[in-house]
């Protein structure tokens, strides 16, 4: 199933930034700003996009850290790697590193991050995975250190509503619904000073906590 999702991304990596601006009509890029000025995002920080796909939010962070900064983006699509590295290339940033890996075995050492984010992809990570990823994320968030989660908001509208759950159960997951009614429940525990804000384009919420020191 996992390889079947990798390959469905390779494909769409084609035409995914296309689809995102049409989908999300963010042509000004406020999504991206917006989660980089919530995660606190420091010159010199070394900062974690999970799931980074294309690398937009990868891309934004890399220019808020600076030179002395690292921005690593993850994701086990080599196609949507394929992608970042292009655009990477194209606005010089060599301080962003991408990896081709899964979000629920992260390839790093403990806390070497001062934030770590994953936008609009973790519902897509089914039980066993959504839980080791998310003690993968507070394994290399440095304590004090940022998460923050980009995630679809339920459209309005029973239409619509029947659409965006159909699209996410293609996508393999079965528990969407309490996914996205509860998604700060994900963060309990290993987080804490939990927000959840709405992004200004209307269609995605972004819930944030801090690494909780080691009891
Ligand atoms: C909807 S896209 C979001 C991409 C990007 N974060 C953005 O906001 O545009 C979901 C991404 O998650 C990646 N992905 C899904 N499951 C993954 C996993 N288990 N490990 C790593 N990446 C994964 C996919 O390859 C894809 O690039």
Request: hydrophobic share 35%; glycine share 10%.
């Given at each position: 199933?996992?390889?079947?999702?990798?390959?469905?991304?390779?494909?769409?990596?084609?035409?995914?930034?296309?689809?995102?601006?049409?989908?999300?009509?963010?042509?000004?890029?406020?999504?991206?700003?917006?989660?980089?000025?919530?995660?606190?995002?420091?010159?010199?920080?070394?900062?974690?996009?999970?799931?980074?796909?294309?690398?937009?939010?990868?891309?934004?962070?890399a220019r808020a850290v600076g030179e002395g900064g690292?921005?690593?983006?993850?994701?086990?699509?080599?196609?949507?790697?394929?992608?970042?590295?292009?655009?990477?290339?194209?606005?010089?940033?060599?301080?962003?590193?991408?990896?081709?890996?899964?979000?629920?075995?992260?390839?790093?050492?403990?806390?070497?991050?001062?934030?770590?984010?994953?936008?609009?992809?973790?519902?897509?990570?089914?039980?066993?995975?959504?839980?080791?990823?998310?003690?993968?994320?507070?394994?290399?968030?440095?304590?004090?250190?940022?998460?923050?989660?980009?995630?679809?908001?339920?459209?309005?509208?029973?239409?619509?509503?029947?659409?965006?759950?159909?699209?996410?159960?293609?996508?393999?997951?079965?528990?969407?619904?309490?996914?996205?009614?509860?998604?700060?429940?994900?963060?309990?525990g290993r987080f804490q000073r939990i927000t959840t804000?709405?992004?200004?384009?209307?269609?995605?919420?972004?819930?944030?906590?801090?690494?909780?020191?080691?009891?």
């Amino acid at each position: 199933m996992k390889g079947l999702r990798r390959g469905y991304y390779n494909l769409f990596s084609r035409v995914y930034d296309g689809f995102v601006r049409l989908h999300s009509g963010d042509t000004e890029g406020l999504l991206r700003r917006f989660i980089a000025e919530r995660v606190k995002l420091a010159p010199g920080d070394r900062t974690l996009d999970l799931c980074t796909g294309t690398g937009s939010v990868a891309l934004e962070f890399a220019r808020a850290v600076g030179e002395g900064g690292m921005v690593v983006g993850l994701d086990f699509s080599h196609g949507m790697l394929k992608k970042a590295q292009e655009k990477s290339r194209r606005l010089n940033s060599p301080n962003l590193h991408l990896v081709e890996a899964d979000a629920s075995m992260l390839p790093f050492k403990d806390s070497c991050f001062n934030a770590v984010t994953c936008s609009h992809a973790f519902y897509e990570l089914k039980g066993p995975d959504r839980k080791r990823a998310i003690e993968e994320v507070a394994r290399v968030t440095r304590e004090g250190g940022r998460f923050c989660l980009m995630e679809h908001a339920e459209p309005e509208g029973r239409v619509a509503k029947l659409f965006f759950y159909l699209r996410i159960r293609l996508l393999g997951s079965r528990d969407a619904r309490g996914f996205f009614e509860n998604e700060s429940d994900i963060l309990r525990g290993r987080f804490q000073r939990i927000t959840t804000e709405m992004a200004p384009t209307g269609k995605s919420k972004l819930i944030c906590g801090e690494r909780r020191g080691v009891l």
